[in-house]
């Protein structure tokens, strides 16, 4: 490969990575769940506060449990860190989230995110991702 063949293709997986990034808010916020295939991968581990899972379902599982009681959610992520290795990646990202209780209260919380991706045939894909929180407000009127 030509160093700008090499260029444009770390260019081209650090695009793919920031995007599947974003794409994991969206899954969770817009219950996105029949996507699960297009994030990660079948043999997925997840360690975060509410619990750990292994594989999409129980993934699957997992969010729901922390997020189904919501009325709505808002994650943001921000701050990536991207590091490819060949067909292997970390991707460290800030996650700060807006859990909407009901009409008048939210909560916030915040955390960082470590993914690890790897290259598959349909392109890159999680698998694994641990969750660690920051902190977490309690109930908050809502200002608006």
């Known amino acids: ?6 260029l444009i293709r770390e ?11 974003a794409r994991h808010s969206l899954w969770i916020d817009e219950h996105r769940y029949d996507e699960s ?3 990660f991968t079948e043999d997925i ?6 619990g750990a899972a292994h594989g999409l379902e129980a993934l699957v599982a997992l969010v729901r449990k922390g997020h189904d009681d919501f009325a709505r959610t808002v994650h943001n992520k921000s701050n ?3 590091e490819i290795d060949g067909d292997t990646a ?10 909407v209780i009901d009409d008048k ?4 919380a915040a955390g960082i995110h470590h993914y690890r991706a790897r290259r598959t045939e349909k392109g890159w894909r999680f ?18």
């Open 1 to 6: 490969m030509t160093a700008t063949e090499t």
């Open 11 to 21: 260019l081209a997986d650090r695009s793919e990575l920031a995007d599947l990034v």
């Open 37 to 39: 295939d297009r994030l």
């Open 45 to 50: 581990e997840v360690t975060s506060l509410r």
């Open 80 to 82: 990536l860190v991207i």
């Open 90 to 99: 970390t991707v460290r990202a800030h996650d700060l989230a807006v859990f």
């Open 105 to 108: 209260q939210e909560a916030i």
């Open 127 to 144: 698998d694994r991702l641990e969750v660690v929180p920051v902190a977490l407000t309690g109930s908050l009127e809502r200002a608006l």
